[in-house]
């Protein structure tokens, strides 16, 4: 086996790898353009995972466990709207407080499940375009929801760049004060960042136990959502840069499995090491070229109400 | 619908009140795991007596809440120093296993010395190891603006890696039948016990960082401008060092005391060095913290309750078949509802007026 | 009279001892290292504990998710303290802190799996899990097209490599052109992480993967491509039936039960319980369909000869990687030797580490 013949499979993996990881970008851009900083992306997936695991398993219906993963991820991130945006408390200590309440909830009421199988998404060739050479088994031979998640970012540029809406948005994230001002609910729209932030974070989760698997385990989501959070800054809050990150992850995921399958003597711990160490050149790169600034000039600040 | 309250900022937050507040969701937080437990068919109440008397019902359930607190009290005293500043160290799961592996490292290359050398070399080595650990997000903070909170999480995964590394590799102990484990510490390494108890000497440890850092929080300029820095940054320009400086002081004692916290477990908890040293203290450790409000007497109770909730947990497993991520849940629910809590420690609800 | 009643109160009493040690109530604790549920090992042990759990007046329970340590002391102790009569735990890593409560409660008797050290109230127990391994190779040996066999393990550690090094015996032994890949994940139950190890596997050109995890993820990036797969722990057909050739099985329950037998009978003695095929302990699923009535044969009459003790999968002569004679021809690998097992054999592409 040539490399050569190595690379398209793993072009393949890294699209399906970085599905879950796309979703969860996307969502946390959402959130943060609205000026609110989610760090509990990893226990919404997990809950997201769960929860969409157990619909589809007590219904037979994959579809509606990725949406009911979604609403889940929705609903758990509500919790951390109401702390952060109700109550103004500190967000970044709130999402962490999320992550771990997230992991844990998902643990305790996914234990008996374990083990258990699901129905799920299986691959489904696109018609046509999976004949064309190399391209169409990198991106058409996949289960539909990467076929979903590839509608998402044009999608979410379009909103923000054209709408009335992502443009309000917008500048709740950089000028609340001034949104406020101008009449703009500053709270509503922040709300609305967090929850529909907390549907994507939740279906990528979601994805994990229907697509990528069709099991359950604690732990399902191995800190993918943390490299979604990092993500993030590497995408400038853009859509579009955020499916380059995140197939480049999957990607690196993918990537050391293989690198181990041809007999190499690195010993694998090392190897586990690499998308986490990535994250870390990749955050550093983007930030240091500046446009770390380019975050919602707000971001993470609360908003207290009254004031 | 206009409520009948209004929100007015205090002016002053509340002092003492806030122990009462924090208490309070505390309460209200074991309130919502009692729900949970009996959503479970569990008994809620019998549940929750369950977990009391299985961290704090005896003498060696006491003991053992001490002994889990102590790496936790570390850790988080660390935490607390980095959050004072708004440097968000979420590292202390890293630092802390740098702090055990250099402990190690100071064994094996020194086996020889008495313990009264020893012993104090293994604290030098660990805490420069944490410290080490927690100065690489500090630069590339300072120098590449890049976000902490990610890379420190990054660099806990990386740690942990790392640890089975060496512990897979060229550590393991040639008689452990190719288990990963490193040899047994010798004596001369061991933290001892306190009289006959099951308490170790990580408490003195423990007591003493608390003392100095206390002092250093409210007696000392510095400490005190550290808090200034940490709430603006214009502030900390008046500060007598830079906010360059304070960064990188904040993160180096953070990665020490973790790493001690690490040297703690190692030598006197495991007596050697394995992958399931990790039990994640760092994380608690952030949870603690906020409980705490960032204060060192304060963080010594948190730590021993949240201690207390990870020993009872066993005891719910025991009696009850309770899932092991019950205690888990309960950290999350009590951070959340402290923090949404912490809202009435800097503003109240006032009755509108009608004019 | 006095006689008389001396008699009565002795045919009392010695109804009362009868009465107890038949229905001796016992408490029989379990000590896991990951959650029960999750398909494997742990999940393997507990069929064993629900074996026993209600037979003859056994009470069992369990703590699961105990890290090897301290914490491991604690549960132990803790369960020594409530007064249970024999304790079970099941990972490696409890050892030195099941030896220390032991040392503490010698009315009590302790069993420790995969491991060592042994008191006079401390036995240790495991199965010999490589001889279904060897089996479960043969199988796959015989079922390849591509000669590339992919195992996707979990930590290096000797069993896990015993396991590999049987299965590529076993697999050479039908098929001497079988190699046998090797990828870890430094994970026991991860199916996301184990299935994208499995892809990669089955990139290199892999045809039937085999495990050391306690997830079904392998087995459904096998069925998924259309390939063979081997299972572990438990049988794995529900997850991948077009996939699933057979699987090596834990079978706890016997064992557990003659333990506790043996200890309500006050019988039971210090020693290392290594138990093999013969007395059940392990085993191989029902084989698929698609497995040919002449590789179930030569399967079937392999497995009476270990049974039998006939069979010796780790004779020599015995290769490493490298092509150094570990094991000459004639002898055979003594327990010591096999519980500390970190070499692979020759047909085995992987690390070590």
Redesign the interface.
């Known amino acids: 086996m040539t490399w050569w013949d190595m690379l398209v499979p793993l072009l393949a993996a890294a699209v399906q790898s970085g599905t879950p990881i796309l979703f969860a970008t996307l969502g946390e851009i959402f959130t943060e353009r609205a000026g609110v900083l989610n760090l509990g992306v990893e226990g919404v997936m997990l809950m997201g995972a769960l929860a969409g695991f157990l619909t589809s398993k007590w219904t037979g219906s994959p579809a509606l466990g990725f949406a009911v993963g979604g609403l889940s991820g929705a609903g758990l991130s509500g919790l951390h709207g109401l702390v952060c945006i109700g109550f103004s408390g500190n967000q970044v200590v709130s999402g962490l407080a999320l992550t771990i309440l997230g992991t844990g909830l998902a643990d305790y009421l996914g234990t008996p499940f374990i083990g258990q199988g699901a129905p799920g998404f299986d691959p489904v060739p696109v018609p046509g375009l999976s004949e064309i050479p190399a391209v169409g088994s990198i991106f058409f031979r996949h289960d539909p929801l990467v076929y979903v998640s590839y509608a998402i970012p044009p999608l979410m540029w379009l909103f923000f760049r054209n709408t009335r809406w992502g443009l309000r948005l917008r500048a709740v994230g950089e000028y609340p004060h001034a949104a406020a001002a101008a009449g703009l609910n500053v709270s509503a729209f922040r709300w609305a960042g967090v929850l529909v932030g907390g549907f994507l974070c939740g279906a990528g989760g979601a994805y994990l136990s229907l697509a990528y698997t069709h099991l359950w385990t604690s732990g399902l989501s191995a800190g993918r959502g943390w490299i979604a959070v990092a993500l993030v800054i590497f995408a400038f809050w853009h859509p579009g840069r955020a499916v380059v990150g995140a197939y480049f992850f999957g990607g690196v995921m993918a990537f050391q499995f293989r690198l181990q399958a041809t007999g190499t003597h690195i010993p694998s711990s090392l190897l586990l090491m690499l998308p986490y160490a990535l994250t870390i050149l990749v955050l550093v790169f983007s930030s240091w070229r500046g446009r770390g600034d380019q975050a919602p000039a707000f971001l993470g600040v609360s908003v207290p109400p009254g004031e | 619908m206009i409520s009948p309250f209004r929100i007015v900022k205090r002016e002053a937050p509340l002092a003492w009140g806030a122990c009462l507040v924090i208490s309070g969701a505390v309460l209200f937080a074991l309130g919502i795991g009692m729900g949970m437990l009996s959503l479970q068919g569990k008994p809620p109440l019998s549940g929750m007596g369950l977990l009391l008397q299985g961290a704090f019902g005896s003498r060696w359930a006491l003991e053992d809440c001490v002994g889990k607190a102590v790496p936790i009290y570390l850790c988080s005293l660390g935490v607390a120093v980095a959050f004072r500043l708004q440097v968000w160290n979420i590292g202390a799961e890293g630092q802390f296993a740098l702090g055990a592996v250099g402990a190690a490292w100071a064994v094996y290359r020194f086996s020889t010395l008495p313990g009264w050398t020893l012993i104090p070399l293994m604290m030098l080595v660990a805490f420069a190891a944490g410290a080490f650990w927690g100065l690489i997000p500090a630069f590339l903070k300072l120098r590449m603006r890049a976000n902490e909170i990610i890379v420190t999480l990054m660099m806990n995964y990386i740690a942990i890696f790392f640890l089975d590394y060496l512990v897979y590799g060229r550590w393991k102990d040639p008689s452990s039948f190719g288990f990963p484990m490193t040899p047994t510490f010798p004596d001369s390494a061991v933290v001892g016990r306190i009289g006959g108890t099951n308490l170790n000497w990580g408490l003195l440890l423990c007591i003493v960082s608390g003392l100095l850092v206390w002092v250093f929080f409210r007696h000392t300029r510095l400490g005190f401008e550290l808090k200034a820095g940490g709430q603006s940054l214009q502030a900390a320009r008046y500060a007598r060092l830079p906010y360059e400086n304070l960064v990188v002081l904040v993160m180096v004692l953070s990665g020490g005391l973790a790493g001690w916290a690490g040297f703690i477990e190692a030598s006197a908890t495991l007596n050697r060095l394995q992958p399931s040293i990790m039990v994640g203290y760092g994380y608690t450790a952030i949870v603690v913290a906020w409980l705490a409000q960032l204060n060192p007497l304060y963080i010594g109770i948190a730590a021993f309750l949240l201690a207390g909730l990870r020993v009872g947990g066993e005891n719910l497993q025991l009696e009850l078949q309770v899932p092991a991520a019950f205690g888990e849940i309960l950290e999350g629910l009590i951070l959340l509802s402290v923090l949404a809590a912490s809202f009435f420690i800097r503003y109240r609800l006032a009755p509108r007026r009608r004019s | 009279m006095v006689k008389r009643t001396i008699m009565v109160m002795a045919a009392v009493l010695w109804c009362c001892g009868a009465a107890l040690s038949a229905g001796k109530e016992m408490k029989v604790?379990f000590v896991y290292v990951s959650?029960?549920?999750?398909?494997?090992y742990s999940?393997a042990h507990d069929m064993g504990r629900k074996f026993i759990e209600g037979q003859d007046g056994v009470t069992t329970?369990?703590?699961?998710?105990?890290?090897?340590?301290?914490?491991a002391e604690?549960?132990i102790?803790?369960?020594a303290r409530?007064g249970y009569d024999l304790v079970f735990a099941t990972s490696?890593?409890y050892m030195d802190p099941m030896l220390k409560v032991a040392q503490k409660f010698p009315d009590i008797v302790f069993m420790h799996c995969s491991g060592?050290k042994t008191a006079p109230n401390m036995g240790n127990y495991f199965g010999r899990m490589y001889q279904a391994r060897y089996l479960t190779g043969m199988v796959a040996g015989s079922m390849t097209r591509s000669n590339t066999l992919?195992y996707v393990a979990a930590?290096?550690?000797?069993e896990v490599?015993r396991g590999i090094n049987a299965f590529t015996l076993g697999a050479r032994a039908v098929n001497p052109n079988a190699d046998v890949?090797?990828?870890?994940t430094?994970t026991w139950?991860?199916?996301?992480?184990e299935?994208?190890?499995a892809?990669?596997?089955l990139?290199?050109?892999a045809d039937v993967i085999a495990q050391h995890q306690d997830?079904?993820?392998p087995q459904?990036a096998a069925q998924?491509r259309g390939v063979y797969s081997i299972g572990y722990n438990t049988d794995m057909s529900?997850?991948a039936p077009k996939a699933h050739l057979t699987a090596a099985v834990w079978n706890w329950g016997p064992f557990y039960k003659e333990m506790t037998d043996a200890v309500r009978n006050g019988i039971w003695k210090s020693g290392a319980y290594w138990y093999g095929m013969d007395k059940d302990i392990v085993d191989i699923s029902p084989m698929a369909d698609m497995v040919p009535e002449k590789v179930r044969t030569r399967v079937a009459a392999k497995k009476a000869e270990l049974i039998a003790g006939t069979f010796e999968p780790f004779s020599g002569e015995l290769r490493d990687q490298g092509g150094t004679v570990r094991i000459p021809a004639g002898k055979s690998m003594t327990d010591a030797e096999l519980?500390?097992?970190?070499w692979f054999v020759e047909g085995v592409?992987?690390?070590t580490?």
């Open positions: 604790g959650p029960v549920g999750d398909a494997g999940y329970a369990f703590v699961e998710a105990v890290a090897e340590g301290p914490d604690r549960v102790l803790n369960m409530k490696y890593g060592f992919g930590f290096p550690i000797p490599i890949r090797v990828v870890w430094k139950y991860d199916p996301a992480t299935k994208e190890a892809k990669s596997l990139d290199t050109g997830s079904p993820g459904e998924e529900a997850f519980l500390g097992m970190d592409i992987g690390s580490q």
